[in-house]
């Protein structure tokens, strides 16, 4: 199928499509992210002018195919280049030891993503609060699969767009606990949703500013902040303090040992500005965190109670 619009885009630096973009999937089912069998990543979105679905394909180092289908399709165009990590300048960045300089050096084309989709990167973020992330994309993929819409364009399998502001709005009590969502977490949702206006203006906003925006509401706090941050903000220093697992696989990459959130942004504090590109070097080194040993967080199935 001829795409609506299409965009050949050449970025400023090195870019790796599927680097910079794979932190948007959240869980292999994500019903707004696919991978097509030529390696192009598919990734559905819920723009001002409505639905719409990219595709983009790796053509060079820097060079990105961009396709778009849907109503939203020209608004959507418009944010891939920010969306690629077009603004994420990597020049001032200082590696400092030689295990980060090797990280960085054999991934020139990791960008941190800036959707400026605000709601897109909160919802899902909520959903993560507290629960192992199985649970949570258990969770967003019966919620897109019942309350989503079906995404425009030819799609390499069956994918959906989020509901809208209103749409999450509307969503019963009963179905929130059907998708293994308890009462808190949606509550949560439907309290932003209900300012969604305010939380898109985030995008715009300095990121002291940005986040002062999202934690004004109750429910978020400065994990869920710098989640949505490292999407759609592309924020590179946002670091998820209060993960049950980042602050220990620092510790470890960097120290061997396990750290606790401050002794870990200690530890960050020499990449200063960069503190996330530091976390997401690491993990696309391949940098071992802390070895699996000891208790988990368990599954807590809300629809049992």
Known sequence: MTPDLALDWR?????????????LRRGPGDPTFA????GSVWRTSLTDAGAATLRVRQVGRDLMRVEAWGPGASAA???APSMLGERDDTSAFAPGLALLADAHRRNPGLRVPRTAR????????????????LQAHMSWRRLLERFG?????PTPRPMRVVPSASGWRAIPSWEW?????????????????????????????????????LTHFAGIGVWTAAEVAQRAFGDADAVSVGDYHISDYVGHALHGRDMTDDEMLEALAPWAGQRYRVIRLLMAA??????RRGPRMAFVDHRAY
């Open 11 to 23: 970025a400023p630096h090195e870019t790796d499509v599927m680097q910079t973009l794979g932190s």
């Open 77 to 79: 165009l418009a944010l």
């Open 177 to 213: 606990h059907r998708a293994g969502v308890d009462p808190r977490r949606a509550a949560t949702v439907q309290r932003v949703a209900a300012y969604a206006a305010r939380i898109e203006e985030a995008a715009e906003l300095s990121p002291a500013e940005a986040t002062a925006r």
């Open 149 to 153: 819409s079906t995404a425009p364009g």
């Open 118 to 133: 605000v709601m897109e990167a909160l919802v899902p973020a909520i959903l993560e609060q507290k629960v192992i992330s």
């Open 286 to 291: 391949g940098v071992p965190g802390r070895p």
């Open 35 to 38: 991978l097509g069998p030529d």
